[in-house]
T-cell receptor, first 113, second 114 residues
């Protein structure tokens, strides 16, 4: 099992460009999450999904959109990238229900110039 | 408003000694707490958790203590090993909300000196 994978690992964008980050999990998990990690800020939840076809906003959703068309994939989109979106992005997944830990991907380092 | 706080950005401990990492929270509805460990250039990995119905949970060298009245939890690592050097995040959730969201602290960087 690959667990949680993220594509790409690194990306540099210019302000105003768009891109999509792909998260895939092979554990048949129901819940998936997107976080960003910034120095001194910890992990902040951007969007999450509790099942195929569902999405919900987290703590810092502005400037991002997500889609969960297939259970195993969770896409994070930046329509018009800004320097404030320079960060490391982590995807995570967990089983349905309570008392389940999250499994994280290796991260995507995004720089917006 | 930061609901989960880790007030010590870093901690250095001698190998073999105890490491104590602290976490405070403000939301009294939080009822499930987790600790994650993160190495550079990797994603966080789950370490240990505790439900609000308990005040202690132990797994090998790792013990988590929960003080609900003080809204405080701590992670004890005994004995500390150089391989424990990493960033540790605590996270909390209000499972009764049914949203299964987790709020993370800012992390504490632990360095275990050989």
């Amino acid at each position: 099992n690959a667990g949680v994978t993220q594509t790409p690992k690194f990306r540099v964008l210019k302000t105003g460009q768009s891109m999509t980050l792909l998260c895939a999990q092979d554990m048949n998990h129901e819940y998936m999450y997107w976080y960003r990690q910034d120095p001194g800020m910890g992990l902040r939840l951007i969007h999450y999904s509790v099942g195929e076809g569902t999405t919900a906003k987290g703590e810092v959703p502005d400037g991002y959109n997500v889609s969960r068309l297939k259970k195993q994939n969770f896409l994070l989109g930046l329509e018009s990238a800004a320097p404030s979106q320079t960060s490391v992005y982590f995807c995570a997944s967990s089983e349905r229900g309570a008392y389940n830990e999250q499994f994280f991907g290796p991260g995507t380092r995004l720089t917006v110039l | 408003d930061q609901q989960v706080k880790q007030n010590s950005p870093s901690l250095s401990v001698q190998e073999g000694r105890i490491s104590i990492l602290n976490c405070d929270y403000t939301n009294s509805m939080f009822d499930y707490f987790l600790w994650y460990k993160k190495y550079p250039a990797e994603g966080p990995t789950f370490l240990i958790s505790i439900s609000s119905i308990k005040d202690k949970n132990e797994d090998g060298r790792f013990t988590v203590f929960l003080n609900k009245s003080a809204k405080h939890l701590s992670l004890h690592i005994v004995p500390s090993q150089p391989g424990d050097s990493a960033v540790y995040f605590c996270a909390a959730s209000d499972l009764t909300s049914g949203t299964y969201k987790y709020i993370f602290g800012t992390g504490t960087r632990l360095k275990v000196l050989a």
